[in-house]
């Protein structure tokens, strides 16, 4: 299938690749102010058709569901205050299941770890 609009897909990746994580209404405001007016039903189409090629991943959490275009192995803080979403790398150390890994007969081939709490800078202000 040939699919058009290419150029408008890029845009809504390339602002998704800038804001790192985002809700659908951030994405559609930074997209909104930095690039002409593209229509909801654009931008919510490129997601999809992003989404399926998987070049973004969408990421549910306690209050939201962001996208990102970040596909590597990672774990969130989300600070209460703010609303930052941090990207965590998995160590060694605080791994205890990855792909391959069984429990029981279950084979595991994704973790999602989602942590809450109060970022650096929140912490700053709290404190000084
Ligand atoms: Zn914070
Ligand atoms: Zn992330």
Not at 70 to 90: A, L, M, R
């Amino acid at each position: 299938m040939l699919r058009r609009n290419t150029n408008q897909r890029q845009i809504v990746y390339d602002s998704l690749k800038f804001l790192g994580h985002a809700t659908t209404d951030e994405l559609i405001n930074y997209i909104n102010e930095n690039y002409e007016n593209i229509s909801l039903a654009t931008i919510y189409r490129n997601l999809g058709i992003l989404l399926d090629d998987e070049q973004i991943k969408k990421v549910k959490l306690q209050d939201c569901e962001v996208y990102e275009t970040s596909k590597s192995n990672h774990y969130h803080f989300v600070c209460k205050h703010c609303g930052k979403i941090i990207d965590i790398t998995p160590t060694e150390a605080n791994t205890f299941v990855n792909s391959n890994t069984f429990l029981g007969n279950n084979r595991v081939e994704e973790l999602e770890v989602t942590y809450y709490g109060t970022c650096e800078e929140c912490l700053n202000k709290i404190l000084n």
